[in-house]
């Protein structure tokens, strides 16, 4: 199992590092711009160290369908708060949810430590940024799609299969690109190019990623797949994304891109328990 180096921070295979979501926009899914204002933001991030988070992930785009961002202002919303966060938590890797390689540059200089290319190398210039400056890389799997868009009735023969290839691809050609092998990540990308069938048997079958040997990163907060299996609103998707964080922790996954950090630690500590890597808090009972 490989190791991950991140900034400062290096995450043995016993580690389970959690990712906590700040979104400088206006219209993300979940949130509807609460931490778009600088100064929400920041506060955002600090509840978020506080609570237990080893990674704070910056994105300046809705991942879905909505109006327009053009670079110049995506990375006017990231690259400065970036800094400011860089400077406020030295100790925290900051991550730059992007797929475009003139964002990840500009962030990379100012702070972030961790390309997040969530459309899988879209813009196959990003590899180039994390190749050039040192930076750690997301390798994603999308299907083929273009950034910001939903799959019609994608198909595939093995899902698993499929993309535990694809992305063991990309890892490796990254690695020939002049990426460090220490620093990258890949990520199934849940709901992205897949059905909720999909997601889940992703879930199910993810030990077959994490035997890939690459660390797997798990995105798994309050999305549709966990809404459509539970048929509940994006605000009670909490417990049926507790329920996957675990199945995914169990089965190999290391970082798990998280809206609720609390919740997502205290049940990351919980497997840790269970498998003998972490000892109990306050065990006295009937010693």
Same mark, same amino acid.
């Given at each position: ?112 430590e ?33 950034p ?50 999909? @997601? ?7 030990g ?39 199945? @995914? ?36 009972? @009937?010693?």
């Amino acid at each position: 199992m490989r190791a991950l180096k991140l900034g400062r921070r290096v995450f043995g295979e016993d580690e389970y590092a959690v990712m906590a979501i700040v979104n400088r926009t206006p219209d993300s899914f979940y949130d509807a711009g609460s931490t778009f204002e600088f100064d929400a933001a920041m506060a955002a991030v600090g509840g978020a160290v506080a609570a237990g988070a080893d990674i704070v992930d910056v994105g300046g785009v809705k991942a879905g369908e909505g109006p327009e961002v053009t670079a110049a202002e995506e990375v006017e919303r990231v690259v400065p708060f970036i800094e400011a966060v860089h400077a406020a938590h030295p100790g925290l890797v900051v991550s730059v949810d992007t797929w475009r390689a003139e964002v990840a540059r500009e962030a990379v200089s100012v702070g972030a430590e961790l390309i997040n290319d969530t459309w899988a190398g879209w813009d196959a210039d990003v590899v180039k940024v994390a190749a050039d400056t040192g930076a750690g890389l997301v390798c994603s799997h999308t299907g083929g799609l273009e950034p910001r868009t939903v799959a019609s009735r994608p198909a595939y023969e093995d899902v698993v299969a499929e993309v535990a290839a694809e992305l063991a691809g990309r890892a490796e050609a990254a690695v020939e690109a002049g990426v460090r092998a220490d620093g990258i990540v890949i990520d199934p990308t849940h709901d992205f190019g897949k059905t909720t069938y999909h @997601s889940l048997d992703l879930t199910r079958r993810l030990g077959e990623l994490a035997g890939t040997g690459w660390p797997v990163l798990v995105a798994l907060s309050r999305k549709d797949f966990v809404g459509e299996t539970l048929d509940l609103p994006v605000d009670r998707r909490l417990n049926g994304t507790l329920a996957a964080t675990a199945v @995914s922790a169990w089965q190999g996954a290391r970082v798990f891109r998280a809206h609720d950090v609390t919740a997502t630690r205290e049940v990351l500590d919980m497997v840790a328990s269970i498998k003998g890597r972490r000892p109990p808090k306050n065990p006295h009972r @009937s010693l």
